[in-house]
Every structure is written in structure tokens, then in C-alpha cells.
């Protein structure tokens, strides 16, 4: 049977029940009699604390295990949940049995080849940076930050899953290989098996193609939804952007819903929807983290993320956001707004905060600055795109309605120098039964970074790839 999680031992009411434990040790002191040490499985924040005394005759193999015990040994412990004199807490063990399952050692131990040696344990009780935590990305989920970013990451996967299964999505299982551009943007990883890469014949290669991770899931999703009628995809993506911020990643998840027979007025109130019930559902559901990131992250989440749940959304068309920024000649803008430029952080920022005084959806983009997938408006000059922009953040939510006719949509991809004949397949689907419909989607370690505080964003996702990085 596995041995019962902390965090619900925790909250049980103590009858000096025998228990057993396993975990991590977090801390180990003496005193006189007396040894207290903490132990923490991850289940929760908080460990629970095991009390030994050893004027009780605690027996050999236990009074050693005692002795060479350190912070960051696995070990596994028995003894009596009981009520706990201390403050601070509401149970403890009254133990009597410790094994050390695996040792931890505080400073460097020779083994009997090199290859064993090992290396004091780098996570001694003490603040450690997040920028020396990012180098040993492995050991990093046993600090309290990326113990809560796991924990909160999982349970905001749990709840986008159910979001969606209980209004009747389904969820798909889009490619991570693929033959096409879906943004047009270019910055995209070939896939090959052929050396050199230059000058390569692409019939010779493994999929007879030239071929690259996939930046989106969305054109696939896109057949099934003119099949099923409503599907989300929440997968990996990969960008081949050479940026080296605090924002940007090579590999991230994308959470991307599709729905058939839905204009982009359908689109940002699922969006909205979307959003608010995420941030309700983590509010309730990770309350413990979230008063960690508030406490030791960033002051003010929670009041922030109460603030968007409860919010009516504003909506705002392109022209009137940057008729707005160009009024706004104090703001001091490091890039100055024009219509017909890409919104920028700074730019989204400002509308939300002090044009439209929370979470704001900003439509009808200049075609140029948008996907080629993108329905084209009456005037012909821009299309039917919507961004969802909250406040702290700016862009959260980028989506559109599709363009669902074949002559325009054949016209912009040969406006952008695009080979039809690599997109038969989507242009089928305007071919055959064509349906208005419209999506989003949303990168989900931006969510992650939005709703915990952590300011970059390769603290958010396990192991980050990114330029220059690709360890563990």
C-alpha cells in the first residue's frame, strides 16, 4: 500500500494512531534528549514534524539512523500521529523508527572511483537564487517556489481539462511533427535525419519532406472541429525564436479550443469565460500556493486574480486602442504607437490599466500584423482577431474567427508568398461543408507566470528550453 501523503495527515484529528511516513528531511535539530526533524513528501507545504526521545530506549539501528540523518535524506518513519504542543502546528509524530532510505551528505564524500564521488547536497537550508536553482533545474522541485509552481501547474491543468470536458469538448492530439507554417512566421525547428543540412534533397529524408516541430496545434484542430464540432488541443509547441528574455521559451504549451458554427463574438465570450473560471477555479483550489506567491513572490495576486474573475471584460477595436495610446503623450512610450504596428507589452499594459481599468479585448487587427488563417473584415483591410489583454500582463489570449471562404483565403496565402498546394488539405476544409468557426489560444506558461508572479518564465515550465539551453 503507498504510504499516506502528508498533506492529508496533516488535517486528520489525532488519536495516537500508528503512522508511517516517507519523505524528505527538511531540517534535523537536538536538543538535550530530544531530536525534532521535519520531513516533507511535496504533497504540501507544509512537512510535519517528527519528535524522538531518546530516554525511551529508541534501539540501535534507529539511534544510528539519528546520528547521520541531514537535510535532504529520504527516509521513512514510524510512530503515533498525536497533538502537537508547538505552535504553528496542529499534529506531530511522537516516532520511534527512523530508516534512511537514501543519504543526503552536507559536505563532499569521496567514493572508491571518481565517478562516485558526491558532492555536498547543494540545497542546505538556506535562500538559494533562482538563477543558481535554474542550474540544477532536478533538484529544484524540492524548494518551497518550485514545489508550488509543480503543484500549481498540475492543478491548472486539471482544471483547463475539466473546463472544457464538461462543455462538451474533446480533446485532441495534434502533431508535434509537421509539414506547415501555421503562424507564416518562419522561426520554426527542422526535423531531419540527413547530414549535412545544407543542400539537402528532402525525398531522400525520413518523411519524404521537409519538416518541422509544430508552432501550433490549431490547423489540425480546425478538421476535427468541422467534424465534431467543438475540440481543444493542450500540447507542446516549439518556436525557433532567437530571444533571450524572460518571456520567451523553444518549448511551451499551448491550450487551443476550436469551435465550428462560431463567430469572433462567440470566440471572446468563451474566451472570457475561459479565463475566469481558471482563475476561480485556483483561487479555491490552490490557496495555499497562491498565499505563498502572494507572501514571497509578488504582492497582490490574489487581490489581482479576484479582481479579473470578477470582471466585465471591455471591448475595444485596434483602431480606437491606438487612437487611445497616440492621445496618451505622457505615458512615454519606448515604442511609439501608429496604427498598423504590433501592440507591444507596454502598449497593453497601458489600456488595461488605465484606459479600460481591468481585463480588456482588443479586436479587428490590421491583416499585415496577423496569421493568414484569419477571417478578412468588409473593408479589407483588417480581420476578424481578437486579443484578450489583462492587467500586470498585457496579452494572455490571442485568437480569431477563420476564415471559412476559399477564393479569399487561397488570395492571402499567395499575397504571402505561400505554396497553396502545401495547404490543399486546410483548403479541403472550405471546399467541403465550409462552416464559419473560430478559436484561441494560450500559451500555458504565460498562464502559469500570470497567476503565480514568477517574473521569468523558465521558473514555470520543468526543464526550459530555450536559447542556449537545453540541459537535464
Known amino acids: 500500500m503507498l504510504p499516506k501523503l502528508i498533506k492529508y495527515l496533516l488535517d486528520e484529528t489525532p488519536q495516537s494512531q500508528e503512522t508511517e511516513i516517507s519523505g524528505w528531511v527538511r531540517t534535523k535539530r537536538n536538543m538535550k534528549n530530544l531530536v525534532f526533524i521535519e520531513v516533507s513528501d511535496g504533497s504540501c507545504f507544509s512537512g510535519i514534524q517528527c519528535t524522538f526521545d531518546r530516554s525511551t530506549g529508541l534501539g540501535a539501528q534507529t539511534e544510528a539512523a539519528l546520528s547521520a540523518v541531514s537535510t535532504g535524506a529520504s527516509v521513512k518513519i514510524k510512530g503515533r500521529l498525536t497533538p502537537s504542543p508547538a505552535g504553528g502546528q496542529k499534529v506531530e509524530i511522537f516516532a520511534d523508527s527512523l530508516v534512511i532510505i537514501g543519504t543526503a551528505p552536507a559536505e563532499k564524500t569521496e567514493g572508491k572511483t571518481r565517478e562516485l564521488d ?4 547543494p540545497l542546505q537550508k538556506k535562500r538559494h537564487s533562482l538563477e543558481f536553482l535554474r542550474e ?21 491543468s486539471f482544471a483547463i481539462h475539466r473546463y472544457f470536458q464538461e462543455r462538451d469538448f474533446y480533446y485532441l492530439h495534434t502533431p508535434v511533427i509537421t509539414a506547415g507554417d501555421c503562424e507564416g512566421a518562419g522561426a520554426m525547428f527542422k526535423v531531419t535525419t540527413l547530414e549535412p543540412l545544407s543542400d539537402i534533397d528532402y525525398a531522400k529524408d525520413f518523411f519524404g519532406k521537409k519538416t518541422f516541430l509544430t508552432v501550433s496545434g490549431q490547423l489540425e484542430a480546425e478538421t476535427y472541429a468541422t467534424a465534431l464540432s467543438r475540440v481543444y488541443t493542450f500540447g507542446p509547441t516549439f518556436r525557433a525564436e532567437n530571444s533571450n528574455t524572460a518571456r520567451h521559451l523553444a518549448e511551451f504549451w499551448m491550450v487551443e479550443p476550436e469551435v465550428a458554427f462560431a463567430s469572433l463574438e462567440d470566440d471572446m465570450v468563451l474566451a472570457e469565460d475561459f479565463l475566469k473560471n481558471i482563475f476561480s477555479s485556483v483561487l479555491k483550489e490552490c490557496a495555499d500556493e497562491l498565499a505563498f506567491f502572494d507572501a514571497h513572490v509578488e504582492k497582490g495576486i490574489i487581490e489581482n486574480l479576484q479582481q479579473v474573475a470578477n470582471a466585465k471584460f471591455a471591448h475595444i477595436t485596434y483602431t480606437d486602442a491606438v487612437k487611445e495610446l497616440e492621445k496618451a503623450s505622457s505615458a512615454n512610450f519606448e515604442f511609439k504607437p501608429h496604427w498598423g504596428c504590433d501592440l507591444q507589452s507596454e502598449h497593453e499594459k497601458f489600456l488595461t490599466e488605465k484606459v479600460a481599468g481591468g481585463p480588456v479585448i482588443v479586436t479587428d487587427y490590421p491583416k499585415e500584423i496577423k496569421a493568414f488563417y484569419m477571417k478578412l473584415n468588409d473593408d479589407e483591410k483588417t480581420v476578424r482577431a481578437m486579443d484578450v489583454l489583462v492587467p500586470r500582463l498585457g496579452e494572455i489570449i490571442g485568437g480569431s474567427q477563420r476564415e471559412d471562404n476559399l477564393e479569399k483565403l487561397i488570395r492571402r496565402i499567395k499575397e504571402l508568398d505561400m505554396k497553396t498546394e502545401e495547404y490543399y488539405w486546410y483548403l479541403d476544409l472550405r471546399r467541403y461543408g465550409s462552416v464559419p468557426h473560430s478559436g484561441f489560444g494560450l500559451g500555458f506558461e504565460r498562464l502559469i507566470q500570470y497567476v503565480s508572479g514568477m517574473a521569468n518564465i523558465r521558473d514555470v515550465i520543468p526543464y526550459p528550453r530555450a536559447v542556449g539551453q537545453a540541459e537535464f
Open 118 to 121: 558526491i558532492e555536498a547536497y
Open 136 to 156: 540544477i533545474a532536478h533538484l529544484r522541485p524540492r524548494t518551497n517556489t518550485f514545489g508550488a509552481v509543480a503543484r500549481l501547474r498540475s492543478r491548472m
